[in-house]
T-cell receptor, first 115, second 110 residues
Framework: DAGVTQSPTHLIKTRGQQVTLRCSPK?????VSWYQQALGQGPQFIFQ???????QRGNFPDRFSGHQFPNYSSELNVNALLLGDSALYLC??????????????FGPGTRLTVL | RKEVEQDPGPFNVPEGATVAFNCTYS??????FFWYRQDCRKEPKLLMS???SGNEDGRFTAQLNRASQYISLLIRDSKLSDSATYLC???????????FGGGTRLMVKP
């Protein structure tokens, strides 16, 4: 049973460029959340996708966008990269519940460096 | 003020010691609480959920005090392998959005 997978593992970009990160959720999960973790800090919630729609969004600018596909996999896109976007980007998958919450399982992350 | 606050440490303890971490959260409507463990340059992994009645998993005990908005984690008989960053995590709504503290770093030494 495959866990959460993310690609690529590492990425180096320059300021102003655009980047796309990918995530495949754990088997049986239908909800994907994205987090940004800067060095020395805890992860910060970016947004969450369920049924191919953005359901919740954290305090991130519109440069951050995403998509969820029918097979539940997801992409995170960041436009006009800034130096401050350098971070570990974590994808977490879970099972949507009408009541209560489900445990989130994290992927290994994509380490983005912006030069 | 951060929504979830933790002492960043590091906590340097010898093997076999007992160590306690604390965390406070600001949103009284918070619904679920967790401790995650994160090894260096790895992803966070769920250590345990936290309940008001307190819960124990082997050497680990977690406690929630809703009145004080305070969460604790106690590690007994520390092992070298316990060295990691421990993240206090709160879920504020049914949408499953996790809010993380900054983490507390633990280093267990021989």
């Amino acid at each position: 049973d495959a866990g959460v997978t993310q690609s690529p593992t590492h990425l180096i970009k320059t300021r102003g460029q655009q980047v796309t990160l990918r995530c495949s959720p754990k088997s049986g999960h239908d909800t994907v959340s994205w987090y940004q973790q800067a060095l020395g800090q805890g992860p910060q919630f970016i947004f969450q996708y369920y049924e191919e729609e953005e359901r919740q969004r954290g305090n991130f600018p519109d440069r951050f966008s995403g998509h969820q596909f029918p097979n539940y996999s997801s992409e995170l896109n960041v436009n006009a990269l800034l130096l401050g976007d350098s971070a570990l980007y974590l994808c977490a998958s879970s099972l949507h519940r009408t009541l209560g919450t489900d445990t989130q399982y994290f992927g290994p992350g994509t380490r983005l460096t912006v030069l | 003020r951060k929504e979830v606050e933790q002492d960043p440490g590091p906590f340097n303890v010898p093997e076999g010691a007992t160590v306690a971490f604390n965390c406070t959260y600001s949103n009284s409507a918070s619904q679920s609480f967790f401790w995650y463990r994160q090894d260096c340059r790895k992803e966070p992994k769920l250590l345990m959920s936290v309940y008001s009645s307190g819960n124990e998993d082997g050497r680990f005990t977690a406690q929630l005090n809703r009145a004080s908005q305070y969460i604790s984690l106690l590690i007994r008989d520390s092992k070298l392998s316990d060295s990691a960053t421990y993240l206090c995590v709160v879920n504020n709504n049914a949408g499953n959005m996790l809010t993380f503290g900054g983490g507390t770093r633990l280093m267990v030494k021989p």
